[in-house]
């Protein structure tokens, strides 16, 4: 739940810092190319979402040494 919420307030302050800069831009290539990273950031969480990863727990080398 941590890493989500992390991931909602890093993204939406990633958008807001984004969107004034989007909305008073005059040339359209670097209008495109901020739309695309925008919407980069919004299909990558959205991803991150919807596909819960299939890991295995990780376990240190040392848990299955005797010393």
Do not use: C, H
């Not at 302050?13 to 909305?23: G, R, S």
């Not at 980069?40 to 376990?59: A, G, H, M, T, W």
Request: charged share 20%.
């Amino acid at each position: 739940m941590k890493q989500l919420s992390t991931a909602i307030i890093s993204g939406t302050l990633l958008v807001a810092f984004l969107i004034p800069y989007i909305w008073k831009l005059k040339d359209l290539g670097l209008m495109v190319v901020l739309t695309i990273g925008v919407f980069l950031v919004v299909f990558d969480f959205y991803n991150s979402i919807r596909q819960k990863p299939n890991r295995k727990p990780e376990q240190a080398f040392y848990d299955s040494e005797s010393t």
